[in-house]
């Protein structure tokens, strides 16, 4: 699949975006090492903070039903310009992919795409290998 195909899948996404309160409607689509895709849409909240971005209910859907394995991940909005995931949603994926592997594509302002390694967005990133020494340790 190519990078344009998956902005496609996530600018379908977007169509399902519920931004009442921003009015900024995002979409994703996660593309999985098998070739598969899910995809997510940012689902916003009264209270606010319960608030989903589109790349995390992507990510989700797809943990959520066994899936591991993951080659990129397409975020778009309104306006055709760059949107890169918030800091929550970088630490999401960082769970889950090979950082300096796993790539962001997003739509570069002029109809085409851009995209970026994980690794350039969140460098020196906590994941589950910051853990192995607790647990090595932990008495209970
Ligand atoms: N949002 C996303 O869904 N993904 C991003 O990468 C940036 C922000 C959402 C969260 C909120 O619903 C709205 O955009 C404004 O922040």
Redesign the pocket.
């Known amino acids: 699949m190519t990078d344009m195909e998956l902005l496609a899948r996530a600018k379908e996404a977007k169509n399902f975006s519920y ?1 009442p ?2 009015g ?1 409607h ?1 979409g ?1 689509a996660l593309l999985c090492e098998d070739g598969s895709v899910y995809t997510g ?4 909240n009264a209270a606010y903070s319960p ?5 995390r209910t992507a990510l989700f859907k797809a943990v959520s039903e066994g899936k591991r394995g993951f080659a990129a991940i397409a ?1 778009v909005g309104d306006r055709g310009e760059r ?4 800091g929550v ?1 970088r630490q999401a994926l960082a769970e889950f992919v090979e950082p300096d592997r796993f790539r962001i594509v997003m739509e570069d302002g002029r109809g085409g795409a851009w995209s970026a390694y994980l690794k350039e967005l969140l460098p020196y990133a906590f994941t589950p290998d910051n853990l192995k020494s607790v647990s090595a340790t932990k008495k209970d």
Not at 41 to 44: A, G, T
């Open positions: 931004a309160y921003s900024f995002v994703a849409c940012n689902i916003e608030t989903n971005c589109a790349e975020v949107v890169t995931p918030c949603c």
